[in-house]
């Protein structure tokens, strides 16, 4: 069974606007690092999005209003997966997920990134991430 666990997972991570966190989720389950991985993110009475993906060879795609401020990255030997979210705006208020799956999180359309969000092999327990102004 794959697994993901969040680093502080139900917790509340709160930063002012311009602030830096940095998010970090381990997978468990998977018999090879041939996996893809992403974060996603839920704001209030709002469907859920993608934010960033990672393909098993560490090749990122990003949505568009995050391209520039967060960086997601992925340790293979340990399992692990990373968002680094620098100059954060209260627009970036959300429950983070981190999910994971065997086969691509996201393709790219017309220049733009597009996330896929059902039928995933794992979602993590979310984190609540506010930026106040």
């Known amino acids: 069974e794959v697994q993901l666990v969040q680093s502080g997972g139900g917790s509340v991570q709160s930063v002012q606007a311009g602030g830096t966190l940095r998010l970090s989720c381990v997978a468990s389950g998977y018999t090879s690092e041939n996996y893809y991985m992403g974060w996603y993110r839920q704001a209030p009475e709002k469907e859920r999005e993608g934010v960033a993906a990672?393909?098993?060879?560490?090749?990122?795609t990003y949505r568009d209003s995050v391209k520039g401020r967060f960086t997601v990255s992925r340790d293979n030997a340990k399992h692990v997966l990373y968002l680094q979210m620098t100059n954060l705006k209260p627009e970036d208020t959300a429950t983070y997920y981190c999910?994971?799956?065997?086969?691509?999180?996201?393709?790219?359309?017309?220049?733009?990134?597009?996330?896929?969000?059902?039928?995933?092999?794992?979602w993590g327990q979310g984190t609540l991430v506010t930026v106040s102004s």
């Open positions: 990672i393909d098993p060879a560490g090749s990122p």
């Open positions: 999910a994971s799956d065997h086969r691509p999180l996201s393709a790219v359309l017309g220049g733009h990134a597009v996330f896929t969000k059902r039928g995933l092999d794992a």
